[in-house]
């Protein structure tokens, strides 16, 4: 399995301001996801990254508050912008395929006050 | 709708106590279900992979199983390290992706 890698691993942010997130994996991947985890939620899908395409999102998020960048096959990022506190959360990315077994990034915890 | 559905909610055992975390799914056509093992602070690790009914994966102290509504996680004589979330998860439906359910927060005492 890959070994993936994110950066920061916890952040505090002030409401209205973005932060992004980093992904690294340690080998050549075709899809990166990009996951929230509120507390006390399951899991929730926020977009699909490909290289050389377009992120493709998921019912109820969208591009200009949670931006993503995939320049190559090992690296992508996810942008909280415009922060409030209900962005709040665990914020994880995966490798693998849309329907079978992906392995996740450790997390990054955002506090947004 | 597809739904993911995992009780209990929490589960505390003493050590050597045996017993099973249960994920209940409504999806059309599944296509895989999926175990996961999340500790504070990290993000999940994959533990086991099903596709059919009747189909059991085995890993040390965990045994998963699956039927046509649900998947069992049983644990036997677990140990205080056994102590993390498990997370399950199907693939199915008209979703498209993984479905996660909320998990189960296990607890082992010693």
């Known amino acids: 399995s890959a070994v993936i890698s994110q950066k920061p691993s916890r952040d505090i942010c002030q409401r209205g301001t973005s932060l992004t997130i980093q992904c690294q994996v340690d080998?050549?991947?075709?899809?990166m996801f990009w996951y929230r985890q509120q507390p006390g939620q399951s899991l929730t899908l926020i977009a699909t990254?490909?290289?050389?395409?377009?992120?493709?999102?998921e019912s109820g998020f969208v591009i200009d508050k949670f931006p993503i960048s995939r320049p190559n096959l090992t690296f992508s990022t996810l942008t909280v912008s415009n922060m409030s506190p209900e962005d709040s959360s665990i914020y994880l990315c995966?490798?693998?395929?849309?329907?079978?077994?992906?392995?996740f990034g450790p997390g990054t915890r955002l506090t947004v006050l | 709708e597809d739904q993911v559905t995992q009780s209990p909610e929490a589960l505390r055992l003493q050590e050597g106590e045996s017993s099973s975390l249960n994920c209940s799914y409504t999806v059309s056509g599944l296509r895989g279900l999926f175990w996961y093992r999340q500790d504070p602070g990290k993000g999940p690790e994959f533990l086991f992979t099903?596709?059919?009914a009747g189909e059991e994966k085995e890993k040390e102290r965990l045994k998963a199983t699956l039927t046509k509504k649900e998947s069992f996680l049983h644990i036997t004589a677990p140990k205080p390290e056994d102590s993390a979330t498990y997370l399950c998860a199907v693939a199915g439906g008209s979703q498209g992706n993984l479905i996660f359910g909320k998990g189960t927060k296990l607890s082992v005492k010693p």
């Open positions: 995966s490798v693998g395929r849309p329907e079978d077994e992906q392995f």
């Open positions: 099903l596709y059919s």
């Open positions: 990254a490909n290289q050389g395409s377009e992120a493709t999102y």
């Open positions: 080998s050549q991947v075709t899809m």
